[in-house]
């Protein structure tokens, strides 16, 4: 029996990952970020008539707001492909939760130290369904005024549960974060690998 060529490649994985959490907290920002093809998204003007359940405490500039999912690719060395999809923030959307989460490997849970409280909802939807998540707090103009320790305190994540610090705007920031999610979910180690640019 012949056996396989030393220099033979490993199958092309590719993987589904959602980003979560709350109402403004830069989900739209992650996945446009990290995006090496123009990202698909829902975005929409926010409303008069949706005021009373679109609380702008935080993100007073927020126009617009996603009503079904946001989507993007990265690839990452030769043979990883990930097929990143951003949730709806309101809770009058998350009926599509469900089926976005269908077939995800994991999630990113996005944070805002400002509004904390508001990614409560997605940590305790992946806890309740077992999907593994990592916590990616957003620091916004770099300011990181708690520790990735007090915020998963605050949170209180289970024990194992990554928080890491990030820049929802800036790619390689998001790719750390993805990295972090795929080793956690898929037990295995992401080669290092450059990301081509855009």
Not at 60 to 77: C, H, M, N
């Amino acid at each position: 029996m012949d056996s396989e060529p030393s220099d033979a490649h490993a199958p092309f994985l590719a993987l589904k990952i959602l980003v979560a959490g709350g109402f403004g907290v830069g989900k739209t920002t992650f996945v446009g970020a990290v995006s090496e093809i123009r990202p698909l998204n829902t975005e929409e003007v926010l409303t008069e008539a949706g005021r009373s359940d679109d609380s702008l405490d935080g993100v007073a500039d927020k126009r617009t707001t996603t009503v079904a999912l946001d989507f993007g690719r990265i690839t990452i060395g030769d043979d990883l492909a990930l097929y990143v999809f951003g949730t709806p923030g309101q809770d009058r959307f998350w009926f599509l939760w469900d089926e976005l989460a269908r077939g995800a490997l994991g999630a990113v849970v996005l944070a805002d130290t400002r509004r904390l409280r508001d990614c409560f909802p997605a940590v305790d939807y992946f806890e309740r369904r077992r999907l593994p998540f990592v916590v990616a707090v957003n620091c916004f103009d770099g300011d990181r005024e708690y520790t990735a320790r007090e915020v998963a305190s605050a949170l209180d994540l289970d024990p194992g549960t990554p928080v890491v610090l990030c820049d929802a705007r800036e790619r390689e920031s998001g790719k750390e974060v993805l990295i972090t999610l795929i080793e956690l979910a898929g037990g295995f180690a992401v080669p290092d690998a450059p990301v081509e640019p855009l």
